[in-house]
């Protein structure tokens, strides 16, 4: 993964959704409503992994000897995933805060949130990435235009064939579009799971490293709450999804809406908005790192 400091650009306004032909037809679309103990695993530091008895709220912590994970019991293919987090407050420079989608391997695919922690009084940094096929490099950047250390916010990942699209309280800051047809890769092969982890990161995370994590400080805590996934559930034993073309059975549309989901005008003014307002590094205006031009998904 390549990690980049936090860069001032001018924005990149992605373009209108496009819509690809996709057959398939609902067989069976999981709506799991959160229960942290029941659908996680702790994947490292175990014991810096809190989660109430009924299983509605965790917390992750960071000391100087470890940070700490989970990763989804299950894999999905295509998914819209929304968790409410509070992020570490006060000075939290140094840690990074994770909440992403990955499949596993060399080529593995990836749908990426990091929250750069901060020193107090600094505003958060939202990382975000996309990998397909192992290749990432598509990082955008924004301040949140809130202090996502006093409360919860919501916190979302629709991924479906159409498109990615990452939102923040319901507006939507990022899209990343099915181009196959232009010969762009697109995650839509590999099953994912659902992670999350707090650790430090002091060599690159605030301001580039230059402000380095205040252990004076610790633990620092990351909490969640309120997570709920509707998506294709991936079964391991007969290497197929719940969303399955050969099967004529149907879901409720309700259920299924975020399959065919795609961002209507009102949606891409607010990607615009969020775009010309708290964009702070946009790969597809970075001319230092691509001389040679824009890699072809910015074009669209």
């Known amino acids: 993964m390549v990690h980049l400091g ?19 037809t609902l067989l069976f679309v999981a709506v799991v409503a959160g229960n942290f103990n029941q659908d ?18 965790l ?21 819209k995933v929304d968790i409410q987090l509070k992020l570490v407050p006060g000075n939290s ?10 499949s596993e391997g060399k080529n593995h695919d990836e749908i990426d949130l990091e929250f750069l922690g901060n020193l107090s009084g600094d505003p958060y940094v939202l990382h975000t990435n996309v990998f397909t096929e192992g290749k990432g490099g598509r990082e955008q950047q924004f301040y949140l235009w809130f202090d996502p250390t006093k409360d919860f916010h919501t916190y979302s990942i629709l991924w479906n064939p159409q498109s990615i699209v990452i939102s923040v309280d319901g507006t939507p800051i990022r899209q990343f579009k099915n181009m196959e047809s232009s010969g762009i890769a697109y995650p839509k092969e590999q099953p994912m799971w659902l992670y999350s982890s707090l650790w430090d990161a002091e060599d690159w995370a605030t301001r580039g490293g230059l402000i380095k994590t205040d252990w004076t400080q610790a633990p620092f805590v990351a909490s969640y709450k309120n997570y709920s996934v509707q998506a294709c559930l991936w079964s391991p034993s007969s290497s197929s999804s719940s969303c399955n073309s050969n099967n004529n059975s149907d879901n409720s549309s ?18 615009k ?26 074009s669209s």
């Open 40 to 57: 996680f695993d702790a994947n490292w530091g175990e014991g810096n992994v809190k989660i109430s008895p009924n299983g509605e709220l």
């Open 6 to 24: 936090t860069h001032i650009s001018s924005t990149s306004l992605l373009s209108t959704t496009m819509r690809i032909g996709f057959c398939v």
């Open 93 to 102: 420079a140094g840690t990074v805060t994770t909440y992403y989608l990955s």
């Open 254 to 271: 309700s259920s299924s809406s975020w399959l065919n989901e795609a961002l209507d005008s009102s949606g891409l003014e607010r990607i």
């Open 59 to 79: 917390t992750l912590s960071l000391d100087k000897t470890t940070g700490s994970g989970i990763k989804s019991k299950a894999q999905y293919l295509f998914g």
């Open 273 to 298: 908005w969020a775009q010309k307002n708290y964009m702070i590094y946009n790969y597809c205006s970075d001319k230092i790192r691509f001389p040679q031009g824009f890699p072809a998904e910015c």
